[in-house]
């Protein structure tokens, strides 16, 4: 589901503009009729009590979501030993921020402003109210082609090329669902609603939040609007159980024959006899 579209940003470098144009076209192509997905594009985030930051496509899921930053990352640009970025324009390096550390955060002021409105972004889970400290909030940069990043020490498991962005996304998306079916019932798994995940974008986007509007629930959010679905029943598993009495060792001298074992030793002896 699309709630904001892409908007072509002319003021761009058009090597930039290029790749986040093609990164939400993939978007949209993999996630408008998915209604487990919520796709934002160009939305502006908090980064400090001043400046905000432009995030290029936010995908919203049931299980957390993931920031894509498709315009920093264009061109030649070098890291030096102290982690200090720059970009190579017409053979003089010219300083950029650091795109890797710029969202580390906004990710963690995205998950304090989360938390500072749960009463209306989160409903309540069988009587309790659940937090965001748990909730998967992964970034992807996405590397324009013909683009070079030389340096040392760079993690680079979250840049990536247009062409695996959306494996990337459904891959991490399988592993969250995975995970809440596995021991303990996937107890330590963040997962909300379709009503939370709009309710959220449209915080995102600083919309109304018209929980009417939204699919149904049936339970109540601490400020008294509509809740979750119907939590699905999950697979079958095995229960180990534990106890805690002392291991008693039995011995061969102490073992009694069972009583089909007695019958046919007296019906033997009793046949030996005649």
């Not at 400046?51 to 049931?62: A, E, F, G, K, P």
């Not at 324009?144 to 760079?154: D, P, Q, R, V």
């Not at 891959?171 to 330590?188: H, I, N, P, V, W």
Request: with cysteine; charged share 25%; glycine share 6%.
């Amino acid at each position: 589901m699309i709630l904001k579209d892409y908007v072509h940003r002319p003021d761009a470098d058009p090597r930039s503009e290029e790749t986040c144009a093609e990164a939400a076209t993939r978007l949209r192509n993999a996630f408008k009729a998915n209604e487990d997905v919520v796709l934002l594009n160009d939305v502006r985030l908090p980064f400090d009590d001043e400046r905000t930051v432009n995030v290029d496509h936010i995908v919203l899921h049931s299980y957390g979501m993931t920031l894509i930053s498709s315009r920093a990352i264009y061109g030649k640009i070098e890291v030096n030993y102290r982690g200090e970025w720059s970009r190579n324009v017409k053979g003089r390096e010219i300083a950029m921020q650091n795109p890797i550390e710029l969202f580390k955060h906004v990710s963690k002021n995205l998950r304090q402003n989360l938390s500072l409105n749960i009463d209306q972004l989160l409903t309540r889970a069988k009587g309790s109210q659940r937090t965001f400290e748990n909730m998967p909030i992964d970034v992807l940069f996405i590397q324009a082609l013909k683009s070079t990043i030389i340096g040392t020490g760079i993690n680079q498991s979250n840049i990536i090329f247009v062409e695996a962005l959306t494996q990337s996304i459904n891959r991490t998306f399988s592993a969250y669902k995975k995970r809440e079916f596995q021991m303990y019932g996937g107890l330590d798994t963040f997962k909300i609603s379709q009503s939370d995940m709009y309710a959220i974008a449209n915080f995102l986007l600083g919309n109304e939040i018209d929980r009417s509007s939204y699919p149904a629930a049936t339970e109540q959010t601490s400020s008294g609007g509509a809740a979750l679905l119907p939590v699905p029943e999950g697979k079958t598993g095995i229960v180990r159980a534990y106890s805690t009495k002392p291991v008693k060792i039995i011995k061969g001298r102490d073992i009694k024959p069972g009583k089909q074992t007695l019958e046919r030793l007296e019906a033997e002896s009793e046949a030996k006899a005649r």
